[in-house]
């Protein structure tokens, strides 16, 4: 069932096996020896083929099991994850003159976020381990995730949070019944100490990019993508990004369905960061192999992130696949989440619009045009961070007294005011 051979250190090449190592290559430390998950792709190819998942009537990410690092599929918690839908956005589509524009939305998860493809594999990787304590440092998202599928896999979960941490997702991990603890800081003073606590309690940690699985249940969007677009491969893939595990794990999905002969050509991925927090862009403009942090400061609260810490390989994918990193203003980001609202009809938060922002951006710039195939990932639910959604909204509710005739004077008052 499993087909992992190995992990591999994205600096310095070395191998392990999965039951010597669970997180980072102890040569190159946790920011640069970030590990590959490496599959025999001669067993794969014989279980996963085109005909094999056009008969699979099972509709979430698991339809990619043999592409996936795991051990017990007994340990596979219920929830649905995946397989969210892929709309043709015709309306932006013809307004900013591509030749396809589709919108992946992902918001559609248990928990609302992206984040919860890693979740899933994560917990199975967990009680594989047979731990009874897991842990995650996060904006929140990870953290509401993870505490759901920690929770009905009855794991005890403590979980980290930057003390600006928006209210519903921590009102989602608390509901999950996990501990919060809100450090007195920033998401990457969280990620330290909860890695620090992680070490020293022995709990198993799902923060992001030092744990290499979580980037493998990343990678299952990328999978839909090319089934939902029956085989055809976008030009362009735009993702928001943070610490960048999206965007590895994505570009990594790609490239598998590409060595498996599933697919016969690879996107440009676009990595989209806020520019209050864009060490990726500023790294990426430079040609330096690693980032260097920046105070982090923007309203898309899930990409607020100083440290980008899968940032190797988040550069190795930006690179590898001929895209670019580019940075939007926080206005930009408001502008998306509306557009996205009216144009799309979905409510994201504003690190899950960041993407499309980043795609109107490149429009304007000519870098995509009349002759692209463009994917967006929307990552994140608005309902997660109603104070973010709220700064791009321009309308009022209007208010009426209990008669027909103020509901009448009103609606002439608006129309008067619109005309
Ligand atoms: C909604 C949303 N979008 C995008 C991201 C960015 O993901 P990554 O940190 O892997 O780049 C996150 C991460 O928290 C998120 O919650
Ligand atoms: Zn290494």
């Keep these: 069932m499993n087909h992992v051979v190995g992990l591999r250190c994205v600096t310095c090449n070395s191998e392990f096996r999965p039951t010597e190592i669970d997180y980072t290559c102890p040569r190159c430390g946790p920011l640069l020896g970030t590990l590959d998950v490496q599959y025999d792709f001669s067993a794969i190819c014989k279980q996963l083929t085109r005909d094999s998942l056009q008969r699979n009537r099972n509709f979430t990410h698991w339809r ?24 043709h956005a015709t309306k932006l589509e013809q307004e900013w003159g591509l030749s396809r524009l589709w919108v992946k939305d992902d918001t559609r998860n248990p928990t609302a976020s992206y984040k919860d493809r890693a979740s899933a594999v994560a917990v199975v990787k967990a009680l594989e381990k047979g731990v009874k304590t897991v842990t995650a440092a996060s904006t929140g998202n990870a953290a509401s995730s993870w505490s759901a599928f920690s929770r009905v896999a009855n794991l005890k979960t403590i979980i980290f949070v930057p003390k600006n941490a928006p209210r519903a997702k921590v009102a989602q991990v608390l509901l999950y019944d996990a501990t919060v603890l809100q450090v007195d800081g920033t998401y990457d003073d969280a990620f330290d100490l909860c890695c620090q606590a992680a070490e020293k309690w022995g709990w198993y940690n799902r923060s992001t990019a030092i744990n290499p699985y979580l980037g493998e249940g990343k990678k299952t969007g990328a999978l839909e993508i090319c089934e939902q677009l029956n085989w055809q491969v976008p030009d362009y893939v735009f993702v928001p990004v943070g610490d960048g595990c999206i965007l590895q794990g994505i570009w990594k999905g790609f490239k598998e369905f590409y060595e498996l002969m599933l697919i016969d050509r690879l996107p440009k991925m676009i990595g989209v960061q806020a520019e209050g927090s864009s060490p990726l862009v500023k790294a990426w403009l430079a040609g330096d192999k690693q980032a260097k942090p920046v105070q982090a400061n923007t309203v898309a609260d899930s990409i607020s992130v100083g440290i980008p810490r899968d940032q190797v390989k988040a550069l190795k994918a930006v690179r590898e696949s001929g895209g670019q990193f580019v940075a939007v203003s926080d206005e930009e980001i408001l502008v998306a989440i509306s557009t996205l609202a009216r144009k799309v009809g979905l409510l994201a938060e504003p690190a899950g619009a960041t993407g499309l922002a980043g795609l109107k951006k490149l429009v304007g710039m000519g870098v995509c045009g009349e002759r692209d195939h463009v994917a967006v990932m929307v990552t994140g639910h608005g309902l997660k961070d109603i104070d973010g959604v709220m700064k791009a909204v321009e309308r009022t509710p209007v208010a009426v007294e209990k008669s027909l005739e103020d509901v009448e004077e009103k609606l002439a008052q608006i129309g008067k005011r619109k005309s």
């Design 64 to 87: 990619y099991l043999p592409l996936l690092p795991i051990q017990n599929v007994d340990f596979v918690q219920p929830l649905a994850v995946g397989w969210t839908p892929l709309y």
